[in-house]
């Protein structure tokens, strides 16, 4: 029985420790080799199905792409549960997105190029700023997309700038939906229903697909899916009413408890409706237009965190003094046109997007810390509310060669708008009455960032088969961005209590910023073909990251004695930062195609990293620019038909990602008791960068067989491993080493004619582990109000892993 494997792909560079790895991999390998080689003359029609891409902006199998690429198919993704980046993460080779729950951006990790410290994400926003660029269809547009009627995920590793319109430093994450079918009409629905442990109720999913091809050169496709995720983290802790109630009661007593605080369980619920409409029209042979509307709600109610440390909670129980919901809305309009112009095929790529997301969360510990005393008030509590708009316009054209000649060329224009409008408003409920003035609104602290990004780059590829064994690729870009910025705050409680403001006034002096930047990147590959299944190549490639502004205000000179949060000249700002990578690589087929291995060694520079920071006054969130860092690492991947019913796949990556100089004030900290001076720390060359394992596996075992006369089944089992993690570069600064974890999914399907069931378990052990953190225990501390009775300070908290999930899937095609 022939399958739809997930084909994955590694590289790395030797160091000591990896080079050992990559050898003793094959030589484990070959253990078991002589069994497939024994078995493949009994069983000649049994072997891997090929997998087709267009990584390259060509179709061609997967084995025949030089690139470090790993593909994965729909089928695949629905069969293994896969409906997230996370989830995606834990199945390719190098790739690691940190796990912070729904309400969290999560940040995608790349072969370690990440050097800012974990920590708590607010906000999302279109364009991600990471190092690495997602794609819906054509467009560039971060979004963790639901995996749903997806013809497969595209997941390539290293720069891909001058393939891509969107520049990036580690990669390229490419959802390609299905398109409208001329084929014929087709109707899917499907749902879920699972049991989540520490959860005090069900969830389920939705959704409905249905093709139609109104004309010969005319079809429509529509797909509606939601999501009910009922949460597992208890907010235990919430007040009352705020500036009233004491959020640090006598927990002796009962009746005081219920007085002031109330509870809300499973307060991370989430709720996601998302959905896709898509218009196709081929007037002829040589034009394929296709107009589809995006859309992605998403409805959050809290972080999937504990305050087990610094408050003494259950983990799976938050402290946190206010419920922290997150509502956010992405909508993407993409119009592509596809042309054959006969030497060449000619691709326009238009995209118009936006989101928009608003949010609450708890901002009690962070004003506390900043030690203005508000701690002396004993019913102190504080929220912060933001809003962010954000508006894309793309446009990407590409003229992609068709010859049949040894020589191939790729050329493209790139074009982006970005818009940005971002408000932060801080409440302190009660505090202007404690202090004896009168703000009726308990409006504290007010935010305004305007942001204007205009980016155009060229780009292009010349290749050419000396033989019909050797290739030669070099490729080119060039990029300028501006960036013109906005930025003003104010603090309207205190310049009404202690200035001149009325009781309802705010100001706001916006002052101006931007940058500019232009450059260019550089590309060559060579690949050669040892044999019609194996491929060996190099690479060298540069990547690139623009800068932006930090979106804090200037501070006023000289600076004024009362509460000031803002930015100094050199953290208004930060700056493009770029990669060199060096890449060895081998893909390959063996024993007529019933196994597949592939890997890679690299090694990246990186220069003038974009690290996170904060500021000088009021230890707002900012990003600098440090000096440099290097990573280097070995990825090994291999798919195997064990026999006609069993096939085992499984990949292993190790990266050592370090400073390669040193970083002075790379990080701070605090030296308790009380929350400053804040003493800097330098990062030293050496020094481990944070956020992503150095080593990371997994291993999946599929059973394929028929029973019932004629009902297919199939059996997974899988295994999913991560290394420990760091909390801060060289786990300075009040660092911590986050353990390693494994994780272990199975599932058996039934599948009819038109039909398909399948009960699954996720997490089957119910494994308990911290995916990251916010801030570091050097916060753990208490203060005292004006009465004298403590005030935890629970600042520091711990993200943990989503708990096991046991469900039900069920899919049906209605024949028509």
């Not at 590309?523 to 990251?545: C, P, Q, W």
């Not at 295994?719 to 494994?742: F, K, P, W």
């Amino acid at each position: 029985m022939s399958r739809n494997p997930r084909c994955n792909s590694g590289r790395a560079l030797p160091g000591r420790r990896p080079l050992t790895l990559a050898l003793s991999a094959v030589l484990a390998q070959g253990l078991w080799l002589p069994s497939l080689q024994a078995q493949s003359g009994d069983e000649e029609t049994a072997r891997l199905d090929e997998v087709t891409v267009t990584a390259t902006r060509r179709a061609e199998s997967v084995q025949d792409v030089p690139l470090n690429i790993s593909a994965l198919s729909g089928d695949s993704l629905r069969e293994e549960g896969v409906s997230s980046l996370v989830e995606i993460g834990r199945s390719v080779p190098g790739l690691y997105v940190l796990d912070q729950g729904g309400r969290g951006a999560n940040a995608i990790i790349v072969r370690g190029l990440n050097a800012d410290p974990i920590a708590a994400s607010e906000a999302l926003g279109n364009g991600g700023g990471g190092t690495v660029a997602t794609y819906v269809g054509e467009i560039p547009l971060y979004v963790d997309l639901r995996l749903e009627d997806i013809e497969r995920v595209e997941v390539l590793l290293g720069p891909q700038g001058t393939l891509y319109g969107a520049g990036t430093l580690g990669g390229a994450i490419r959802y390609l939906p299905k398109r409208p079918s001329f084929d014929g009409v087709e109707l899917q629905a499907r749902s879920s229903l699972y049991d989540l442990a520490h959860s005090g109720s069900l969830g389920y999913t939705a959704g409905f697909t249905a093709n139609l091809p109104i004309s010969e050169t005319l079809a429509f496709r529509a797909t509606i899916d939601y999501l009910d995720d009922p949460g597992f983290i208890d907010y235990d802790y919430l007040v009352r009413d705020p500036g009233v109630s004491d959020p640090e009661p006598n927990f002796n007593d009962p009746a005081d408890v219920a007085a002031n605080l109330r509870r809300r369980e499973d307060a991370d619920f989430q709720q996601t409706l998302s959905g896709r409409l898509g218009l196709r029209l081929q007037p002829n042979e040589a034009i394929d237009i296709n107009l589809t509307y995006y859309f992605q709600d998403q409805e959050v109610g809290g972080r999937t965190q504990n305050h087990a440390l610094a408050f003494g909670t259950g983990e799976y129980v938050s402290a946190h003094r206010f419920e922290e919901p997150s509502d956010r809305r992405n909508e993407l309009l993409a119009l592509e046109i596809v042309a054959d112009l006969g030497f060449a095929e000619l691709t326009s790529a238009t995209g118009v997007s936006s989101y928009d997301e608003n949010g609450q969360r708890d901002q009690t510990d962070l004003l506390i810390t900043l030690e203005y005393s508000y701690e002396a008030f004993p019913s102190f509590s504080a929220f912060t509310r933001e809003d962010q708009e954000d508006d894309t316009f793309n446009q990407e054209l590409r003229l992609v060669s068709t010859g049949e000649g040894p020589l191939s060329w790729i050329v493209g224009g790139f074009y982006n708008e970005l818009e940005v409008n971002a408000e932060s408003r801080e409440f302190t409920p009660g505090y202007p009455e404690y202090l004896g003035g009168s703000r009726p609104d308990n409006l504290e602290y007010f935010s305004v960032n305007k942001t204007d990004l205009t980016e155009k780059a060229i780009y292009g590829e010349l290749s050419y088969e000396f033989t019909d064994r050797w290739t030669v690729t070099v490729g080119a870009r060039y990029y300028k961005y501006d960036l013109e910025t906005q930025d003003a705050v104010d603090f309207p409680l205190f310049n009404s209590i202690f200035g001149d403001a009325g009781p309802t006034d705010i100001t706001l002096d916006f002052q101006p910023g931007g940058q500019s930047d232009s450059g260019s990147l550089f590309k060559f590959n060579t690949a050669y073909r040892f044999s019609e299944d194996v491929l060996g190549y190099f690479t060298i490639s540069e990547g690139y990251r623009i800068g932006n502004s930090n979106g804090v205000a200037p501070c006023p000179d000289p600076l004024p004695d009362n509460q000031i949060a803002c930015g100094l000249p050199d953290e208004l700002q930060f700056f493009p930062d770029k990669t060199t990578n060096f890449e060895l690589g081998l893909r390959s087929q063996w024993f007529d195609r019933r196994l597949t291995v592939n890997g890679a060694v690299y090694f990246i520079d990186w220069e003038d990293p974009q690290l996170a920071g904060t500021t000088e006054n009021a230890a707002l969130p900012i990003t600098k620019n440090g000096k440099g860092a290097e990573s280097r690492g070995v990825e090994l991947s291999f798919d195997a038909l064990l026999s006609s019913n069993f096939s085992l796949r499984g990949s292993v990556a190790y990266t050592q990602a370090e400073l390669s100089e040193d970083a002075p004030a790379l990080l701070n900290t605090i030296s308790g008791p009380g929350f400053s001076p804040r003493i800097d720390v330098d990062g030293l060359a050496g020094d481990r960068l944070p956020g992503s394992p150095e080593w990371q596996g997994n291993l999946y075992l599929t059973y394929d067989t028929t029973v019932f006369d004629g009902l297919d089944l199939r059996l997974n089992y899988g295994l999913s491993a991560i290394g420990d993690v760091l909390t801060r570069t060289g786990n300075r600064a009040d660092g911590e080493r986050l353990g390693g974890y494994s994780v272990h999914n199975a599932a058996a399907s039934l599948r009819g004619l038109n039909w398909s069931v399948q009960l699954y378990a996720e997490n089957i052990w119910d494994k308990y582990a911290v995916t990251g953190v916010r801030s570091s225990r050097a916060f753990i501390q208490t203060v005292s109000d004006e009465n004298g009775d403590p005030v935890t300070v629970r600042r520091y908290y711990q993200d943990v892993l989503r708990p096991r999930e046991i469900g039900l899937r069920f899919v049906y095609d209605f024949e028509l």
